[in-house]
């Protein structure tokens, strides 16, 4: 047994839960160009995602975020936030839970069903940039 | 070294240094107590003074005390004692075919009673108010000559909340049903005496009152049906198959025997920190509501719930600060339903999940509370910074 983890999680879900990354601080100041929400609060996790689009080259220039939920919903959220910038909103758009999981060195498998909503928001997201921008063509296209 | 603050005693406690001692010096008599050699003898006198120790504490006689391996198996033996298969059970009760117990049982109590459910028994889990008070309006509504056994705990574990048991026994009792309370919070929390309280059966666990883990006892009023959960010995009078953990039983008898000579004290300290924490909380975060009845309550225990922070959230950010305390939010369950007593008592699932217990024991003190207070605040703040729920704004403060 080498390098169990003292904590409930990993050190990766340890390291974002206490720092967590890009959280969103002000909505209105920040106006991004997409906005997601996924979850409820009922279930006991919601997520909003907001993006910066970089758009004469058709990638995210940025990422903010806001989680009500647990630990892994929290580390989610803020590890999905830092994998986006930089990637196209094609390829940010096809992010699944599973990956966002092995992103944080793995998850319980019921927590990756009820608290990895973050790649729902972020469609949602790049969707509601897609309609903003008359590119409707492309929103939804993925569901 | 990192501070440590321990506030979960109502998950479990940490041994009494003197329980510790009388199990060490009990670890030495390793004879099986049904052996009629010395050492056997030697066990035997350990397990029976442990039995004298608990009649004494909470009444009846020393022969109405089984042991068993938890409380859960104290609870699961009284609601497996009828409805027995064997066709030679004529036992006065299983011709009665409905049992009542409450919303907010433990789950020990839930699904044995889900199990008589799926054994063609009808029952009922009586609501309970905001308070999480039994509702006795419809106990009395649902009661009648068809009921078997009312099972109710004392104390409940989640919310602290204590019920009327002797009123809610003596109902049971005028339709000739049998009663059971869970007392598994409640003894050496509060007083308990199985005589006033009319029972007839009651459930205990060590491990709730500095004691070891994986020791309980029942008590079986006199003349109370009895049917063995585990089968295949003499031990325990026949009722409860196994050779006796002597140990165990040893440092239950110390446990409650500390308990009889502390518990007053000990009761009155903890009223003190709970009123200290509670002021504190109310001073210091904003949005909050505290959760079950504000007096008939258990002296250690406080339930609160913060809006727009989530429970395993804020349990897990005070572990980091070496704070321990639990929640009722369903992500520390690993389902997806929060806390069933809570939902029982009318709370919005947003509450409940949002929600965190903190039960003091005896070494807490002042200086820990005020520890807690300042780490609570700060962990809120963090979390309502990042939350998608607004909180409410400063209403006027």
Redesign the interface.
């Known amino acids: 047994m080498v390098n169990k983890p003292e904590w409930?999680y990993s050190d990766k879900v340890k390291d974002h839960?206490?720092n967590?990354r890009n959280?969103l601080d002000d909505e209105e100041e920040y106006r991004p160009d997409g906005k997601g929400?996924a979850g409820n609060?009922?279930?006991?996790?919601?997520?909003?995602m907001v993006i910066k689009v970089d758009k004469a080259r058709g990638i995210i220039a940025d990422c903010r975020w806001?989680?009500?939920?647990?630990?892994s919903?929290?580390a989610s959220t803020s590890i999905l936030s830092e994998a986006v910038k930089g990637k196209t909103l094609d390829a940010a758009y096809h992010i699944t839970a599973k990956d966002i999981a092995k992103e944080l060195g793995g998850l319980?498998e019921?927590?990756v069903h009820?608290?990895v909503l973050g790649h729902k928001a972020l469609r949602a997201a790049i969707d509601d940039y897609y309609k903003r921008n008359g590119m409707t063509d492309k929103a939804g296209k993925e569901k | 070294m990192k501070r440590k603050v321990y506030l979960d005693h109502n998950a479990t406690t940490p041994l009494h240094p003197e329980v510790k001692k009388a199990m060490a010096e009990a670890m030495e008599a390793f004879g099986n107590p049904s052996s009629m050699h010395g050492f056997g003898r030697q066990a035997r006198r350990l397990i029976d003074d442990a039995r004298d120790k608990i009649s004494s504490f909470i009444g009846g006689r020393p022969e109405d005390i089984v042991f068993v391996g938890s409380g859960s198996e104290a609870n699961n033996t009284v609601l497996n004692l009828l409805y027995c298969t064997a066709r030679r059970c004529e036992a006065p009760h299983t011709k009665r075919h409905r049992v009542i117990t409450s919303q907010i049982e433990h789950p020990c109590i839930l699904e044995a009673a889900g199990c008589l459910e799926a054994r063609g028994i009808e029952v009922i889990y009586l609501p309970v108010d905001k308070y999480g008070k039994i509702d006795m309006a419809k106990y009395e509504e649902v009661m009648s000559e068809k009921t078997a056994l009312v099972s109710v705990m004392m104390a409940n574990n989640e919310i602290g909340t204590i019920q009327d048991i002797k009123k809610i026994g003596s109902i049971a009792h005028k339709y000739g049903a049998l009663f059971h309370t869970d007392a598994v919070q409640a003894v050496g929390k509060i007083p308990v005496d199985v005589g006033d309280l009319g029972v007839d059966y009651l459930s205990l666990s060590a491990h709730k009152i500095y004691g070891p883990k994986g020791v309980g006892a029942l008590y079986v009023s006199p003349g109370a049906p009895f049917c063995p959960f585990i089968r295949g010995g003499h031990q325990e009078r026949g009722r409860r198959a196994g050779t006796e953990n002597t140990t165990g039983i040893a440092g239950f008898g110390k446990a409650i025997e500390m308990r009889a000579k502390e518990m007053d004290i000990e009761s009155r300290k903890l009223l003190s920190l709970k009123a200290r924490l509670r002021a504190g909380i109310e001073k210091n975060i904003k949005d909050i509501e505290f959760n079950g009845h504000a007096s008939d309550c258990l002296p250690g225990t406080l339930n609160v719930s913060f809006d727009?922070?989530?429970?395993?959230?804020i349990l897990?950010?005070l572990d980091?600060e070496g704070i321990a305390v639990s929640t009722g939010?369903?992500?520390s369950s690993?389902s997806?339903d929060?806390s069933h007593v809570l939902m029982a008592t009318g709370a919005s699932?947003?509450l409940a999940?949002g929600s965190i217990r903190i039960s003091m024991g005896r070494d807490n003190t002042e200086e820990e509370i005020d520890y807690t207070v300042e780490k609570l605040a700060f962990v809120i703040d963090k979390i309502r910074?990042?939350?998608?729920?607004a909180v409410k704004e400063d209403h006027g403060k």
Request: hydrophobic share 40%; proline share 6%.
């Open positions: 409930v839960f206490v967590p959280v929400i609060i009922k279930c006991g996790d919601e997520m909003i806001k989680t009500y939920g647990c630990a919903a929290i319980p019921h927590k009820c608290s | 727009a922070a989530e429970g395993e959230a897990l950010y980091l939010s369903a992500c690993g997806l929060p699932a947003e999940h910074n990042m939350s998608t729920v």
